[in-house]
């Protein structure tokens, strides 16, 4: 069973920055999606940016201008680079991956903690 890695969280200050990485076990095959999501503290699980096949990305509101998504298919490595962190960004933050047939792959999550 394939399993996705997350990796480069960690705590940073207000105003900072990390680079989260995500990268397969095994190989995946015809990915259509790749994405983020993040969980905050006693909240819901959200989306947080996606990127298509094509390159077509999308991201929520409030993440728009400070956060960008990149991967690359065929390596099923996807990467999300966030810039001026505000304590709301605090989450778990995880990585998902679908192929074109439905199947859905998911992190195991990694902390985000934003704080002085």
């Known amino acids: 069973q394939v399993q996705l890695v997350e990796s480069g969280g960690g705590l940073v200050q207000p105003g900072g920055s990390l680079r989260l990485s995500c990268a397969a076990s095994?190989?995946?095959?015809?990915?259509?999606?790749m994405g983020w999501y993040r969980q905050p503290p006693g909240k819901q699980r959200e989306l947080v940016a996606t990127i298509i096949s094509g390159g077509s990305t999308n991201y929520v509101d409030s993440v728009k201008g400070r956060f960008t998504i990149s991967g690359d298919n065929a390596e099923n490595t996807v990467y999300l680079q966030m810039n001026s962190l505000k304590p709301e960004d605090t989450a778990v933050y995880y990585c998902h991956q679908r192929t074109v047939w439905g199947l859905h792959y998911w992190g195991q999550g990694t902390q985000v903690t934003v704080s002085s």
């Open positions: 095994g190989r995946i095959f015809n990915i259509h999606t």
